[in-house]
């Protein structure tokens, strides 16, 4: 072979060993970053396995990034929880302050009210009633607007069984005589205040006055102001209202009435607002 030949020979090869070396770099470098083998996937852990690790790890690790937003999750509650009990708290004591715990006067009585809702005083028994109503004045069985009963002054049944006014003590009652059933409408405290009278206004209204004729007592209708006066009514000639005590015992009071000019008579048992009396 010439001399050409051999060295043509020569640069051929070196060409050729150095091409081969740069293939193997090649193929060492793709081995390193190629995809792993199915064993060695395999092997790996799956989705699910790392999120209950991981939770795992966050319960139990007080550092972990899961402790720490459930504590903030917690503070946020309670910061709430905190807020909302005191706004509760702030409006039961706006409702309390506003409340008006004043009590209504004896005569604020609705003329709305019901009868059943009057709560007339208890029938009792009454001690030494001969004492208290021997000697007694009786002014007749009306007693009509604007006209007063004094101590021991009553209206009474015809029959004389039954009377009502103040006793001796200047209690407001109603007693039957025969069996001492008594019913106490006013009772006077003379510690406080003296009794001197008994009238009944124009109103139909119950008062009990002072020596000075001031009211130390009151008792108003369920009709409140609506009972008007009139003077010698068509039915008996009588000023209206009036109380009247028939011979069975029951008391009423009677007028007219202005809108229909209708007769009107009602138990007073069932018609003043004993439950706003004072």
Request: net charge negative.
């Amino acid at each position: 072979m010439s001399e050409y030949g051999r060295d043509y020979d020569r640069e051929y090869e070196g060409d050729y060993d150095d091409d081969k070396e740069r293939q193997n770099e090649i193929d060492d470098g793709s081995t390193r970053h190629s995809p792993p083998n199915s064993t060695f996937a395999s092997s790996l852990p799956t989705a699910a396995e790392l999120e209950n690790a991981i939770a795992m790890k966050d319960v139990n690790d007080p550092g972990s990034s899961f402790t720490i937003f459930k504590g903030v999750q917690n503070k946020r509650r309670l910061i709430i929880a905190s807020t909302i009990a005191l706004v509760f708290a702030i409006v039961a004591i706006a409702i309390a302050v506003g409340v008006d715990t004043t009590p209504a006067p004896a005569y604020a009585s609705s003329a709305a009210a019901s009868e059943s809702d009057t709560s007339a005083p208890p029938t009792t028994k009454s001690k030494n009633t001969t004492s208290l109503y021997h000697g007694k004045t009786c002014v007749g069985e009306r007693l009509v607007y604007n006209n007063h009963l004094k101590p021991h002054e009553f209206i009474c049944s015809k029959l004389n069984s039954f009377v009502m006014g103040l006793n001796k003590n200047r209690d407001l009652v109603w007693v039957d005589l025969s069996t001492n059933d008594t019913k106490t409408y006013f009772t006077n405290k003379p510690q406080y205040y003296k009794a001197e009278h008994f009238v009944l206004t124009l109103h139909g209204k119950f008062e009990i006055q002072d020596s000075l004729n001031q009211t130390i007592w009151k008792l108003q209708t369920i009709y409140g102001e609506k009972i008007l006066p009139v003077s010698n009514n068509t039915v008996n000639g009588f000023d209206t209202p009036y109380l009247r005590l028939h011979d069975d015992g029951v008391v009423v009071l009677n007028w007219v009435n202005h809108t229909t000019n209708a007769w009107m008579e009602h138990n007073i048992d069932k018609l003043y607002d004993f439950l706003g009396s004072s």
